[in-house]
Structures are given as structure tokens and as C-alpha cells.
Nanobody
Framework: QVQLVESGGGLVQAGGSLRLSCVASGSIDNINVMGWYRQAPGKQREFVARITKGGSTGYADSVKGRFTISRGNALTVYLQMDNLKPGDTAVYSC?????????WGRGTQVTVSS
């Protein structure tokens, strides 16, 4: 089992920045990919960004050039969010994938006011 705990969400004005953190614990040795997803009210959960064990990254088109995913160490992944827009308002969840499962954190709320 893998446990994920997110932090760093909050309320920010449009154009502002936030940095989300995700700390993993448990059986992390087989984790190949970690990523961030978000779900806005009334919408389906969507992919935001991902980073592989080797450091390769990928982003949703809607956040390219504004968000940056990085790893602090084997246990921690960050999402730096700049130039935030009201459309970025959502619950942001961390995910960790191995060959057999995808594990999810409980999420952290990000609210961007106009």
C-alpha cells in the first residue's frame, strides 16, 4: 500500500501562485509515475501533470507553460502553479502508479478568485 498526503492548497487571486506538495509513504519502491489530477465542481476528474521515476514530465495543454511538476526526493512531488486562473479552481489530488495499482491522496482545495 501507498499513502499520499497533499498540502499547499488555498485561496489566491488570479495571476497568483501556489505550490502543492505530495508526500508518499508505504510501499513506494515500485512506484513508476507520480502525478496530479484535479476535479472541479460538477466536472470529471482530469489529468494535470505527471513525472516518471526517470524524471520525464508531461502536462495537460491547459496548464502548459504555467504549471511545473518536480520531485524533491523519492518521497515528495511538487506542483508549482503560476499565473493561476479562475478556471484552475478545483480539488487537486496526487496519484502514484505502479504496475498493479493507482493510489490516490485525499486532495487539497485550490480556489482562484477573479
Amino acid at each position: 500500500q501507498v499513502q499520499l498526503v497533499e498540502s499547499g492548497g488555498g485561496l489566491v487571486q488570479a495571476g497568483g501562485s501556489l505550490r502543492l506538495s505530495c508526500v508518499a509513504s508505504g510501499s513506494i519502491d515500485n512506484i513508476n509515475v507520480m502525478g496530479w489530477y484535479r476535479q472541479a465542481p460538477g466536472k470529471q476528474r482530469e489529468f494535470v501533470a505527471r513525472i516518471t521515476k526517470g524524471g520525464s514530465t508531461g502536462y495537460a495543454d491547459s496548464v502548459k507553460g504555467r504549471f511545473t511538476i518536480s520531485r524533491g526526493n523519492a518521497l515528495t512531488v511538487y506542483l508549482q502553479m503560476d499565473n493561476l486562473k479562475p478556471g484552475d479552481t478545483a480539488v487537486y489530488s496526487c496519484a502514484a502508479e505502479n504496475r498493479w495499482n493507482t493510489y490516490w491522496g485525499r486532495g487539497t482545495q485550490v480556489t482562484v478568485s477573479s
